[in-house]
């Protein structure tokens, strides 16, 4: 079976933008009242425990992305039975991480006063409140999570997001109420559990319903669960690294520079990480097409994509950085809170260099996970995650800054993954060109320099304050100032014909 990508992709694109506004619209409201009912500490609260559980979720080992790729194979070849063994499989892998996680958890609980520098809020019992968190995510792995892999192997994440939508627009909409009628914290918070079983429900129901041939039965070959095996120690690795690099610069904030640092950071992360979700929404419609892609086409036409593809993504992602260099500060001080929540503007620029070095180079990581290349570069994380954690502690005790949290991190990412990940995939899908990737990523990042400054420089002339009408005034402008050097720079480029002829098959495919 050759899926329908194009189609697929726009639609999980499409369903992916929607999902996205919610969750980036939802838990703005619900973090801006947390904040103005009850404190920035609390704030700082939500943020630390979402981290320490995002830690516990190590546990999954990568069981669900190995589980995926195998399955692109079996739906090629129109392999039922293959699939329902890998689905019976999936589901017996989840309910153990779903105790493990319950039973981590409860490891963690005596520990927990020692992640929070300073006093917590008088009416909080840490125990209790990380319990509520870590009921909701045990249950999310325990109640038919392993149904999600069905509609990621077939290229039709948009379901999920479906029902993902409803799910949080009702979740949100309580929250809000909760915290408006009565403001207390553990009202707000035990509705995180309760979302998690209809929401599930759901994806179950509808999976029988699509594809209802696929039942879990069967077992998997022992070759099979060899290789599996395999792709999970070394996708643990990966997990591992990345969870080290990203979610514990929230726990050392908290553990060495308090919950109101905490929650100050976390207004700033927060906006990082919905920018984040809002372009990685390509990614994510994209990766099933690719790796069905990578199966059914020729190595050049792969190489072609890769490319273009590349291409688009880095403009995106340096016109998403002029945006939040240029817009960060009217926006909390003008628009969100006010002046009292905001960072030197010397560290809001550490932390969209930060944002850059994170996500510039994630093309080359859909690639190389669609090509499930996983092992051929187990050892990075590992070092990175050393690195990482060694620097951010000293760092962090020397300066008694989020600097110093945040420098080993891009360090990590700019001169650890970056090169890393590119030999894997110029070595073992490519075959050549490592040095050429490397000139035109290089080439990418100075145009998109370029657009920042300018962008930045203008937006200072134009509208120097943090006021929402600055805000106003510097959208616009800062699209127009990066689109404009993108396009001096670029439009006589293969890449460039070759992205704006793909965008235009599209949009007449739509019409």
Request: with cysteine.
């Given at each position: 079976?050759?899926l329908a990508?194009t189609k697929?992709t726009?639609?999980?694109?499409l369903?992916?933008?929607?999902y996205?506004?919610?969750?980036?619209?939802?838990?703005?409201a619900?973090?801006?009242l947390?904040?103005k009912r009850l404190?920035i500490e609390y704030?700082?609260?939500s943020?630390?425990?979402?981290?320490?559980?995002t830690v516990?979720?190590?546990?999954?080992l990568?069981?669900s992305s190995?589980?995926?790729f195998?399955?692109y194979?079996a739906?090629v070849?129109?392999d039922i039975?293959?699939q329902?063994?890998?689905?019976r499989?999936y589901?017996h892998?989840y309910?153990?991480?779903?105790?493990?996680i319950?039973?981590?958890g409860?490891?963690?609980?005596p520990?927990?006063p020692?992640?929070?520098n300073?006093?917590?809020?008088?009416?909080i019992n840490?125990y209790?409140?990380?319990?509520?968190?870590l009921?909701e995510?045990s249950?999310?792995?325990?109640?038919f999570?392993?149904?999600t892999?069905?509609?990621?192997?077939?290229?039709r994440?948009?379901?999920?997001?479906?029902i993902?939508?409803?799910r949080?627009?009702i979740?949100?909409?309580?929250q809000?109420?909760v915290l408006i009628?009565?403001p207390?914290y553990y009202?707000y918070?035990i509705i995180?559990?309760l979302m998690?079983?209809?929401?599930n429900?759901?994806n179950?129901?509808?999976a029988r319903?699509?594809?209802?041939e696929?039942?879990?039965r069967g077992s998997?070959?022992?070759?099979t669960?060899?290789?599996?095996?395999?792709?999970?120690?070394?996708?643990?690795?990966?997990k591992?690294?990345n969870?080290a690099?990203v979610?514990?610069?929230?726990?050392?904030i908290?553990?060495?520079l308090g919950l109101?640092?905490?929650g100050i950071?976390?207004?700033?992360?927060?906006?990082l990480t919905?920018?984040n979700?809002?372009?990685e929404i390509?990614?994510?419609?994209a990766?099933?097409?690719i790796?069905?892609k990578?199966?059914?086409?020729?190595?050049?036409d792969?190489?072609s994509l890769f490319?273009?593809?590349?291409?688009g993504?880095?403009l995106?992602?340096?016109?998403a950085a002029?945006?939040?260099?240029?817009?960060?500060?009217?926006f909390?001080?003008?628009?969100?809170?006010?002046?009292n929540?905001?960072?030197d503007i010397?560290l809001v620029v550490l932390i969209i260099?930060?944002?850059?070095?994170?996500?510039f180079?994630?093309?080359?990581?859909?690639?190389?996970?669609?090509?499930?290349?996983?092992t051929?570069?187990w050892?990075?994380?590992?070092?990175?995650?050393?690195v990482n954690?060694v620097?951010?502690i000293?760092?962090?005790?020397m300066?008694?800054?989020i600097?110093?949290?945040?420098l080993?991190t891009i360090?990590?990412?700019?001169?650890?993954?970056?090169?890393?990940?590119?030999?894997?995939?110029?070595?073992?899908?490519?075959?050549?060109?490592?040095k050429?990737?490397f000139?035109m990523?290089?080439?990418?990042?100075?145009i998109?320099l370029?657009?920042?400054a300018?962008a930045?420089?203008a937006?200072?002339?134009?509208?120097p304050?943090d006021?929402?009408a600055?805000?106003?005034i510097r959208?616009?402008?800062?699209?127009i100032?990066?689109c404009a050097?993108?396009?001096?720079f670029?439009?006589?480029?293969?890449e460039y014909e070759r992205?704006?002829?793909?965008l235009?098959?599209?949009?007449?495919?739509?019409?």
């Amino acid at each position: 079976m050759k899926l329908a990508r194009t189609k697929n992709t726009l639609r999980n694109t499409l369903w992916g933008v929607i999902y996205r506004t919610v969750t980036l619209i939802g838990p703005f409201a619900v973090k801006t009242l947390i904040v103005k009912r009850l404190g920035i500490e609390y704030s700082g609260l939500s943020s630390l425990f979402t981290s320490i559980l995002t830690v516990l979720n190590l546990t999954n080992l990568g069981f669900s992305s190995s589980i995926v790729f195998t399955m692109y194979r079996a739906i090629v070849d129109d392999d039922i039975d293959a699939q329902c063994a890998m689905l019976r499989f999936y589901r017996h892998v989840y309910r153990i991480v779903g105790f493990v996680i319950l039973g981590l958890g409860l490891v963690i609980m005596p520990f927990l006063p020692h992640l929070v520098n300073g006093e917590c809020p008088a009416d909080i019992n840490l125990y209790m409140l990380f319990a509520i968190y870590l009921v909701e995510t045990s249950f999310d792995y325990l109640m038919f999570a392993y149904v999600t892999a069905i509609f990621s192997a077939y290229q039709r994440n948009d379901t999920t997001l479906k029902i993902s939508t409803v799910r949080y627009i009702i979740q949100y909409a309580a929250q809000a109420i909760v915290l408006i009628v009565f403001p207390n914290y553990y009202a707000y918070i035990i509705i995180l559990p309760l979302m998690v079983i209809p929401n599930n429900i759901a994806n179950y129901l509808t999976a029988r319903k699509e594809y209802p041939e696929l039942t879990c039965r069967g077992s998997l070959d022992a070759e099979t669960k060899k290789d599996i095996y395999k792709r999970v120690g070394t996708l643990f690795g990966h997990k591992l690294g990345n969870t080290a690099l990203v979610s514990t610069d929230s726990i050392i904030i908290s553990a060495f520079l308090g919950l109101t640092a905490m929650g100050i950071y976390g207004n700033y992360y927060y906006i990082l990480t919905a920018v984040n979700a809002l372009v990685e929404i390509v990614t994510n419609g994209a990766l099933s097409g690719i790796g069905n892609k990578l199966v059914t086409d020729s190595k050049d036409d792969n190489y072609s994509l890769f490319r273009t593809l590349s291409y688009g993504w880095m403009l995106l992602i340096g016109i998403a950085a002029a945006c939040m260099l240029c817009l960060y500060q009217p926006f909390i001080a003008g628009i969100w809170y006010d002046k009292n929540y905001l960072l030197d503007i010397r560290l809001v620029v550490l932390i969209i260099i930060y944002f850059y070095s994170w996500m510039f180079r994630i093309m080359q990581l859909t690639y190389r996970d669609a090509a499930g290349l996983w092992t051929r570069d187990w050892l990075k994380p590992y070092i990175a995650m050393a690195v990482n954690i060694v620097g951010s502690i000293w760092m962090v005790k020397m300066t008694s800054s989020i600097a110093g949290v945040l420098l080993p991190t891009i360090f990590c990412f700019l001169v650890i993954y970056f090169p890393w990940e590119a030999w894997v995939i110029f070595k073992y899908l490519f075959n050549g060109g490592l040095k050429n990737y490397f000139a035109m990523t290089v080439f990418y990042t100075l145009i998109s320099l370029l657009a920042c400054a300018a962008a930045y420089a203008a937006c200072v002339f134009f509208a120097p304050y943090d006021t929402a009408a600055s805000f106003l005034i510097r959208l616009p402008l800062t699209l127009i100032v990066c689109c404009a050097i993108w396009w001096c720079f670029t439009h006589r480029s293969k890449e460039y014909e070759r992205l704006k002829g793909m965008l235009r098959r599209i949009v007449r495919r739509q019409i």
